[in-house]
């Protein structure tokens, strides 16, 4: 074996389960295909990419010496800080020397006889293709990085430039008087817009659906909140430990048709001047009732129609196919009043579809826009196509891709029947992206560093759920969907309605935070109810 634990990714999961099985006095190798660690925070370098999380909860608990020493500038940081962060923690823990970097999974098979898997790995730069084998294999890949590109006829026959929020180069690209085409108004588009607005001669957005934005009111932090976050850090993360998002916040003390409608404005106004996601869970009913979730969008699209000078723009900002919240909130720095500039143009393809990008740039049923530069801010196979695309295979043969085949079926979201010793942090089934995505992998590493512990104690060779208890809980999974209005959203990447072909299935688990730690908890005292523990 090459190691006890083999770990993909180097980004906030990813480090984590290295650190925390090194600390257990496991032998790690982890692989990443960036050059160096950080994960989503590595490559998406776009204009304006900032976390929507406030920057002293979007950040590590494990380590209260790490917690204490590292000052955060701003109240939502943005990527160079966040990547600065992830350097840190490596630098700190001496965590890169057991990392493979710039070395992509090309595949991974269980090897019964060996008693583990065996990882192939293509080295990017090189060429040359390895394998490596280890009992458990710890997938932290990240929900959204395997990067949507969308097969638009004629998109190799572009003459200009072409750009991927998702990736993007590391050296900025200069805009300045370039006719720029950006397509895509999800979290990324709707941060990049504003700036690139400000950079080139012309931006035309190109967008399918409208989203909901919220204004980010970042700013920094004064040394006086510094010396207050650190002093009160302790309480701050016993408050997000079993909360439903995994940070402090809460909603408000009433339902949302409970206050009168002066106290509904003014809770509402309060939220939307704290800004990010929050905003998303003003009432406690917001999310699981139409009544109260009106209130909500009936007052975020009266801000849009107030900022906005064209009232058909505004129009066209506002989304028809979802209730407020059932996709991803989005959080900005100025995007709706980008739109009364005069260098910057909507697209409503809802109305004029594309028809396909040209040399010159990108014909809709209406026009042809002419570009010198495309950027693509249009997501992600999110939750399963880094999983999928490795397409582990288990010791009966079973794929994923098969396994999977009619919408992801975990246990906890974090294992898979089948695939025994294989494990999917931030998988399909937890909750992932509803939650502060920091203190979720931390919950999760520790539950699967100890699980492992656990198996080499009782000399177990194999850990793998049984097919009744993963199908339990991904019933269970789609029983917390219902109770939400999220599947009402038609559109949304949360369902993988993004790609085409995706079986639609809400796939992150919609019960909270904190109910997720304590199933994994129950699980755990149960003495692993639901997986079977082999020996060979
Ligand atoms: P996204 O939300 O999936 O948005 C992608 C956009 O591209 C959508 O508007 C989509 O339209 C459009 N699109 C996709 N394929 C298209 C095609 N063939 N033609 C035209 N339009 C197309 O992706 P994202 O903006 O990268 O954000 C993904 C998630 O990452 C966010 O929801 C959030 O969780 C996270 N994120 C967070 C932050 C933050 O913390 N502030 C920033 C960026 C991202 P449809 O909606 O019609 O599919």
């Excluded at 980008?338 to 409503?348: A, E, G, H, I, M």
């Excluded at 079926?409 to 294992?415: E, Q, R």
Aim: glycine share 8%; proline share 6%; charged share 25%.
């Amino acid at each position: 074996m090459t190691a006890d634990v083999i770990v993909i990714g180097a980004g906030f999961a990813g480090l984590y389960a290295v650190r925390r099985a090194v600390s257990t006095g496991l032998s790690v190798l982890g692989i990443e295909a960036a050059p160096d660690v950080g994960g989503t925070w590595y490559w998406n370098r776009y204009p304006g990419a900032r976390c929507d999380v406030e920057s002293v909860d979007y950040s590590y608990s494990f380590d209260e010496a790490l917690q204490q020493s590292w000052t955060w500038s701003e109240r939502f940081a943005a990527q160079p800080e966040i990547l600065a962060y992830l350097r840190h923690v490596a630098d700190r823990f001496d965590l890169r020397r057991h990392y493979r970097f710039g070395v992509d999974v090309i595949g991974a098979e269980f090897d019964q006889e060996a008693g583990g898997w065996r990882v192939r790995t293509r080295d990017i730069s090189q060429g040359g293709e390895s394998s490596h084998a280890a009992q458990f294999f710890v997938c932290a890949t990240g929900c959204l990085s395997a990067v949507n590109r969308p097969d638009i006829p004629g998109a190799d026959d572009f003459a200009g430039d072409v750009y991927f929020t998702a990736a993007w180069p590391r050296e900025d690209p200069d805009l300045r008087g370039k006719r720029v085409g950006l397509i895509g108004t999800g979290s990324s588009g709707i941060q990049a817009v504003p700036i690139i607005a400000g950079q080139a001669e012309r931006l035309v957005v190109f967008q399918r659906s409208a989203n909901y934005s919220i204004p980010m009111p970042n700013r920094p932090w004064s040394a006086e909140e510094q010396r207050r976050i650190r002093e009160e850090y302790p309480e701050r993360r016993r408050m997000s430990a079993y909360a439903s998002a995994g940070t402090p916040h809460g909603t408000y003390h009433k339902k949302a048709l409970e206050a009168d409608p002066d106290e509904r404005i003014e809770a509402l106004w309060r939220r939307w001047r704290e800004g990010g996601v929050l905003f998303a869970k003003t009432f406690p009913d917001q999310n699981s009732d139409p009544a109260a979730n009106d209130v909500a969008r009936e007052f975020a699209e009266e801000r849009i129609r107030e900022i906005v000078h064209d009232p058909v723009v505004a129009a066209d900002l506002i989304p028809v196919d979802h209730p407020i919240g059932t996709k991803r909130i989005c959080t900005d720095a100025g995007y709706y009043a980008t739109f009364n500039r005069d260098n910057v143009r909507l697209v409503n393809l809802r109305r004029e579809p594309i028809d396909a990008i040209v040399p010159e740039g990108v014909r809709t049923g209406a026009a042809t826009y002419p570009c010198d530069v495309l950027v693509f801010a249009t997501g992600f196979d999110a939750l399963t196509g880094a999983l999928t695309r490795i397409d582990p295979s288990g010791p009966r043969g079973a794929r994923l891709r098969d396994i999977w085949a009619d919408g992801p079926v975990t246990f906890l979201g974090l294992m898979v029947p089948g695939l025994p010793n294989l494990f999917t942090i931030s998988g399909p089934g937890s909750p992932s992206v509803l939650a502060n995505m920091v203190l979720h992998a931390e919950v999760q590493v520790d539950w699967v560093i100890e699980l492992m512990l656990t198996a080499r104690r009782l000399g177990v060779h194999e850990v793998e759920p049984r097919r009744d208890a993963a199908d339990a809980w991904t019933e269970h999974v789609a029983k917390a969907a219902e109770q939400t209005l999220f599947p009402k959203a038609s559109s949304s990447w949360y369902l993988g309605a993004n790609i085409e072909g995706k079986k639609r299935i809400f796939m992150p688990y919609a019960g909270g935070f904190g109910t997720y730690r304590r199933h994994c908890e129950a699980v755990a005292d149960q003495n692993y109810a639901g997986l079977v523990l082999t020996t060979r």
